[in-house]
């Protein structure tokens, strides 16, 4: 791991309000940073920043896909956007960057080691002392749609195409995930395939779209 000022990455509105968004200048081309560690139910590819694209083939097997960059502190945002969906189900949220790849994230977040996410059925998971989630809102799931993760100092919230699904991230108020004490956490998706899921992770900050004031692209 390296240490990037509170990040780290590999070498290798309540009720649905409407998230202020950040108006980037044209100077602003960071091309951001795809999937790392992955469930191996998962395979990556390439469209616009390597790994970027993460397919889950593997029907009725739940897995989790997480960024490849992590942050422990700070205000940072990232996209997933559903390039595909066999049933509109997914989760959303953030998994340790210490928990492993392969086997130990095929799973979803109640069941896989230091995660918390919130599902499409409106229910919330975690695994760890230090980590919870709670949600009573479910949303839809459906092709183009763009799900955004907003890490404030062990906070999360989770939108949808801009709007905050819980809370409010950009008041800082009502996270439906929460992390207690210091760890360095990766933005993830968890999905449960009928067929094929395609997952794309956005992280540099031209590709974003719904950018929320006060934070700053995952990278």
Same mark, same amino acid.
């Given at each position: 791991?390296?240490?990037?000022?509170? #990040?780290?990455?590999?070498?290798?509105?309540? =009720?649905?309000?409407?998230?202020?968004?950040?108006?980037?200048?044209?100077?602003?081309?960071?091309?951001?940073?795809?999937? =790392?560690?992955?469930?191996?139910?998962?395979?990556?590819?390439?469209?616009?920043?390597?790994?970027?694209?993460?397919?889950?083939?593997?029907?009725?097997?739940?897995?989790?896909?997480? #960024?490849?960059?992590?942050?422990?502190?700070?205000?940072?945002?990232?996209?997933?956007?559903?390039?595909?969906?066999?049933?509109?189900?997914?989760?959303?949220?953030?998994?340790?960057?210490?928990?492993?790849?392969?086997?130990?994230?095929?799973?979803?977040?109640?069941?896989?080691?230091?995660? @918390?996410?919130?599902?499409? #059925?409106?229910?919330?998971?975690?695994? =760890?002392?230090?980590?919870?989630?709670?949600?009573?809102?479910?949303?839809?799931?459906?092709?183009?749609?763009?799900?955004?993760?907003?890490?404030?100092?062990?906070?999360?919230?989770?939108?949808?195409?801009?709007?905050?699904?819980?809370?409010?991230?950009? @008041?800082?108020?009502?996270?439906?995930?929460?992390?207690?004490?210091?760890?360095?956490?990766?933005?993830?998706?968890?999905?449960?395939?009928?067929?094929?899921?395609?997952?794309?992770?956005?992280?540099?900050? @031209?590709?974003?779209?719904?950018?929320?004031?006060?934070?700053? @692209?995952?990278?």
């Amino acid at each position: 791991m390296n240490d990037f000022g509170g #990040s780290w990455r590999r070498a290798s509105g309540f =009720g649905g309000s409407q998230v202020s968004v950040i108006s980037l200048g044209a100077g602003a081309s960071i091309p951001g940073v795809g999937w =790392g560690e992955t469930g191996d139910f998962y395979s990556l590819s390439t469209t616009v920043i390597l790994n970027d694209t993460a397919t889950n083939s593997t029907a009725g097997g739940w897995s989790i896909a997480g #960024s490849d960059t992590a942050h422990s502190s700070g205000s940072y945002y990232a996209e997933i956007k559903i390039i595909s969906t066999s049933n509109n189900r997914a989760m959303f949220g953030i998994v340790d960057d210490t928990t492993g790849g392969g086997s130990s994230r095929n799973n979803y977040f109640a069941l896989v080691t230091n995660s @918390a996410g919130i599902d499409s #059925s409106g229910a919330g998971y975690s695994n =760890g002392a230090d980590y919870s989630a709670t949600s009573s809102t479910s949303f839809s799931v459906n092709v183009n749609d763009i799900f955004g993760i907003c890490y404030k100092n062990g906070n999360v919230w989770i939108t949808r195409n801009g709007s905050a699904i819980l809370g409010d991230p950009v @008041a800082g108020t009502g996270a439906p995930i929460t992390i207690s004490n210091t760890h360095a956490v990766n933005a993830a998706a968890a999905t449960l395939p009928t067929s094929s899921d395609v997952v794309q992770l956005i992280t540099g900050s @031209a590709a974003l779209s719904f950018l929320p004031s006060g934070y700053t @692209a995952w990278g």
